[in-house]
């Protein structure tokens, strides 16, 4: 499994990758000492893994999360315990608090390999789907969310609102930009304000001019423009 090591403090990176030794089923493939090195980082190496450190100067983790297309598993590390519990709320694998301990980082690593071996392969082309996830972030909230459990996206002005459970937090992205990244093997453009997640359609009806209007699965309904309609009724084998 490759992973990185993102903190802002020299020596606490060494200390980790020196622990980290002692685990071969994870390799560290790079070490950055900010978000800016970390984005570029894990554009080129594609990591499986994130040893990231919540507190930085610019960026902190958490909006480095929030600047990447699709997230690998993070594991975040840092200093102050008053993170611990917004740490746990967006779901990360564990949480270590610096000095990190041996004992504490085996306990961190059993975990990941178990969530491994259950974990379906994650994509490595640019297309988003089913298997990745995304980071979501909306107030003092923050979520790891898998896309096959996001129902749909909805414009709403310059944000996104994304539907997932019973949650609707805005991401601050284009429906059109968002619509290039995604699988459209998994994700249908319905509209101008709709993307829609086609594992997640229960029925579907004729509506007015021409257009159809679909029902998701937990009760929405997204009407289907006239223009996407034949689109859809071919990719649905209707």
């Not at 030794?21 to 000492?33: L, R, W």
């Not at 594991?75 to 608090?97: C, R």
């Not at 290039?180 to 594992?199: G, M, Q, V, W």
């Amino acid at each position: 499994m490759k992973a990185l090591v993102i903190d802002d403090e020299r020596l606490a990176r060494k200390e980790l990758i020196k622990l980290l030794e002692e685990h071969p089923s994870i390799e560290v493939a790079g070490e950055a000492m900010n978000a800016d090195e970390a984005e570029k980082m894990i554009e080129e190496h594609n990591p499986d893994l994130l040893f990231l450190d919540i507190q930085m100067p610019g960026r902190n983790g958490f909006q480095l999360l929030e600047s990447l297309d699709s997230v690998p598993w993070v594991v975040f590390t840092t200093a102050y315990d008053e993170f611990a519990l917004k740490a746990f709320e967006v779901n990360a694998l564990d949480y270590l608090l610096k000095p990190i301990q041996s004992e504490r980082l085996s306990e961190a690593v059993h975990k990941i390999m178990e969530k491994e071996k259950t974990k379906v392969g994650r994509s490595h082309d640019k297309k988003l789907g089913h298997e990745d996830s995304v980071f979501v972030k909306d107030g003092e909230r923050c979520w790891f969310v898998n896309l096959a459990n996001v129902r749909m996206f909805e414009s709403d002005g310059n944000y996104i609102k994304v539907y997932f459970e019973n949650n609707k937090p805005m991401i601050h992205k284009s429906l059109n930009a968002l619509d290039e990244k995604l699988d459209e093997r998994a994700f249908f453009r319905a509209s101008r304000k709709h993307i829609i997640n086609l594992s997640w359609v229960e029925g579907i009806e004729t509506w007015f001019n021409g257009g159809l209007m679909v029902k998701l699965r937990g009760g929405d309904k997204v009407e289907v423009s006239r223009r996407q309609a034949a689109k859809f009724k071919d990719m649905m084998s209707l």
